[in-house]
């Protein structure tokens, strides 16, 4: 007899994790696996914030931190949202969380009814699908391509929207495509959000910093729109800080106290030797993450050329993040080496099995016809992955 509750089994287990956990386990059995299926920086943590976070253990920063984050955290990153986003928000505007994902479980709890529509670009994030359903909210799915560099026009959100629509939840620059929208995009995007005063934005920042677009916008500097617009971001992925778990929003008061309440009951103030390390990350000026940032850069460039050499994968370039999401729907129907492809979760599979390469199905991002790869490992793995993938394929 099953005792769990609905909510944990209608809840699907994350496919990036999942696929994370399956690659460790044949590891751990001896295969060659390179796995490209986790979005973490392969960098270390910098040092100037190793060392904020030894002193502030050594200034004894052991007891429980505020439920909203410390005031200093918070007047950082107001600092910082300032600094690189022209975003005026107060340290009242601002919660800090156990990471960003945290963040949007806080925004789902406290802003959506049963039956409340939210918006999602696919391909999107994918928690987002599961934290909005388990918030009660529908999540509505509209669909882009490798064509449209996965970005949804103005045109497709308005015929999306209906008197149910609460939110619209995004990332730029995005998981899993790496496509970053331009401030001109916003501003139509934002035309259409005037006629609609009640539909709130959750504009998602995390790969703000990991940009090769020499460009950056935030929605809530649109005019019309810092209002309406939660803004979430966090240093796991900028600063290589993945396993501190900080994550933070800037949102309207209201909507600011709303998640501290939650998350008062729920797990109160996040880790206070990793708010402090984060102080000394969000002050620093973004200009010393370059060397990882050139890096991805690189990275990406020689991804993006190998998979242009393999027959039957269409893909865009992508201006952001450090992952490719190649269109692989020319193989379904296919049969190699006696597999059939019936869909990307087949294709990623079969890469698995007979490739060694660990990568995830875009079912998981709301886009049956891609993979995500991540390129956040060395050129010497990426460029040995892409050449078993290719063989595989031939």
């Given at each position: 007899m099953n005792s769990l509750s609905d909510r944990i089994n209608n809840l699907s287990t994350s496919q990036t994790l999942a696929m994370a956990a399956l690659a460790r386990e044949l590891k751990a059995q001896g295969k060659d696996i390179i796995s490209l299926s986790l979005g973490e920086p392969d960098f270390n943590t910098p040092d100037f914030i190793k060392e904020a976070a030894k002193k502030a253990i050594d200034e004894n920063y052991s007891t429980y931190s505020p439920v909203d984050g410390y005031a200093e955290l918070k007047e950082a990153i107001c600092r910082k949202f300032k600094r690189d986003n022209n975003l005026d928000y107060k340290p009242a505007n601002i919660v800090v969380s156990t990471g960003a994902k945290q963040s949007l479980y806080n925004i789902a709890q406290c802003m959506l009814n049963e039956d409340d529509e939210v918006i999602l670009p696919a391909p999107y994030w994918v928690s987002y699908y599961e934290i909005i359903k388990m918030s009660g909210g529908i999540p509505v799915e509209v669909p882009t391509s490798v064509e449209s560099d996965f970005k949804i026009t103005a045109e497709q959100l308005e015929k999306a929207i209906t008197p149910k629509t609460k939110m619209i939840w995004y990332s730029s620059p995005c998981n899993p495509s790496g496509s970053v929208y331009i401030r001109e995009e916003?501003?139509?995007?934002?035309?259409?959000?005037?006629?609609?005063?009640?539909?709130?934005?959750?504009?998602?920042?995390?790969?703000?910093?990991?940009?090769?677009?020499?460009?950056?916008?935030?929605?809530?500097?649109?005019?019309?729109?810092?209002?309406?617009?939660?803004?979430?971001?966090?240093?796991?992925?900028?600063?290589?800080?993945?396993?501190?778990?900080?994550?933070?929003?800037?949102?309207?008061?209201?909507?600011?106290?709303?998640?501290?309440?939650?998350?008062?009951?729920?797990?109160?103030?996040?880790?206070?030797?990793?708010?402090?390390?984060?102080?000394?990350?969000?002050?620093?000026?973004?200009?010393?993450?370059?060397?990882?940032?050139?890096?991805?850069?690189?990275?990406?460039?020689?991804?993006?050329?190998?998979?242009?050499?393999?027959?039957?994968?269409?893909?865009?370039?992508?201006?952001?993040?450090?992952?490719?999401?190649?269109?692989?729907?020319?193989?379904?129907?296919?049969?190699?080496?006696?597999?059939?492809?019936?869909?990307?979760?087949?294709?990623?599979?079969?890469?698995?099995?007979?490739?060694?390469?660990?990568?995830?199905?875009?079912?998981?991002?709301?886009?049956?016809?891609?993979?995500?790869?991540?390129?956040?490992?060395?050129?010497?793995?990426?460029?040995?992955?892409?050449?078993?993938?290719?063989?595989?394929?031939?």
């Amino acid at each position: 007899m099953n005792s769990l509750s609905d909510r944990i089994n209608n809840l699907s287990t994350s496919q990036t994790l999942a696929m994370a956990a399956l690659a460790r386990e044949l590891k751990a059995q001896g295969k060659d696996i390179i796995s490209l299926s986790l979005g973490e920086p392969d960098f270390n943590t910098p040092d100037f914030i190793k060392e904020a976070a030894k002193k502030a253990i050594d200034e004894n920063y052991s007891t429980y931190s505020p439920v909203d984050g410390y005031a200093e955290l918070k007047e950082a990153i107001c600092r910082k949202f300032k600094r690189d986003n022209n975003l005026d928000y107060k340290p009242a505007n601002i919660v800090v969380s156990t990471g960003a994902k945290q963040s949007l479980y806080n925004i789902a709890q406290c802003m959506l009814n049963e039956d409340d529509e939210v918006i999602l670009p696919a391909p999107y994030w994918v928690s987002y699908y599961e934290i909005i359903k388990m918030s009660g909210g529908i999540p509505v799915e509209v669909p882009t391509s490798v064509e449209s560099d996965f970005k949804i026009t103005a045109e497709q959100l308005e015929k999306a929207i209906t008197p149910k629509t609460k939110m619209i939840w995004y990332s730029s620059p995005c998981n899993p495509s790496g496509s970053v929208y331009i401030r001109e995009e916003f501003t139509a995007i934002a035309k259409v959000l005037e006629k609609y005063p009640n539909i709130y934005v959750v504009a998602d920042e995390i790969y703000e910093h990991i940009n090769f677009s020499g460009t950056f916008c935030s929605i809530a500097s649109v005019p019309g729109m810092f209002e309406r617009t939660i803004t979430v971001n966090g240093v796991a992925k900028a600063f290589a800080m993945t396993g501190w778990r900080i994550g933070y929003i800037g949102a309207p008061e209201f909507i600011a106290k709303a998640c501290t309440k939650m998350q008062g009951q729920v797990t109160s103030g996040a880790n206070s030797i990793a708010q402090r390390a984060t102080i000394a990350a969000v002050d620093a000026d973004p200009k010393v993450l370059n060397y990882m940032v050139e890096a991805f850069h690189k990275r990406r460039d020689l991804v993006v050329g190998l998979i242009k050499a393999i027959p039957g994968l269409k893909i865009n370039v992508p201006e952001g993040a450090f992952y490719v999401f190649p269109d692989v729907s020319s193989y379904f129907g296919k049969t190699l080496r006696g597999t059939l492809i019936k869909d990307a979760t087949d294709f990623s599979m079969y890469l698995l099995a007979e490739a060694n390469v660990a990568t995830v199905t875009g079912d998981a991002f709301g886009n049956p016809d891609c993979i995500r790869f991540s390129y956040a490992t060395s050129e010497e793995l990426l460029t040995e992955a892409m050449r078993r993938i290719k063989e595989v394929l031939a």
